[in-house]
């Protein structure tokens, strides 16, 4: 019963970090330059950005553990293409605080670290269970 309750705290925990990770992401979108290559990065931001949080509520729902290792794997694109928007934005100083990018690139980093343990750990358990068929 507690190892059900850690787990439920921990998707939920993770599910409010991706939310506010969406929300650092928008809030960079919207101070964003007005021009073709502001423009460019705001609409590939934002969608690249707000994607992990939309895709983890569909992995949660899985309807199965390689239907959730699917879906986790979009969650880690994404999150990596945000990623790489981030460095773009922050080498062509197009965004007024380098401080708030930097930040939303370390989290984007400490997110990607997390979604690879959940992927190696829901492969592993895969293997280990059609082992036991």
Sequence with gaps: MNNILFEQNAKSDLEARLVKYAVLII???????KT??????TGQLVR??????????????AESRKDFIHKIKIVLKELKETRI???IIQM????????????AIKETGELVAIFITSVNTALRNMKSQNGKQ
């Design 27 to 33: 809030e960079i979108s919207e101070d964003l330059p």
């Design 48 to 61: 690249s950005g707000t994607s992990p949080a939309l895709n983890y509520g569909e992995a949660s729902s």
């Design 36 to 41: 073709p290559a502001g423009n460019h990065l």
């Design 85 to 87: 928007a981030l460095k």
């Design 92 to 103: 062509a100083n197009m965004f007024p605080d380098n401080n708030k990018v930097e930040s």
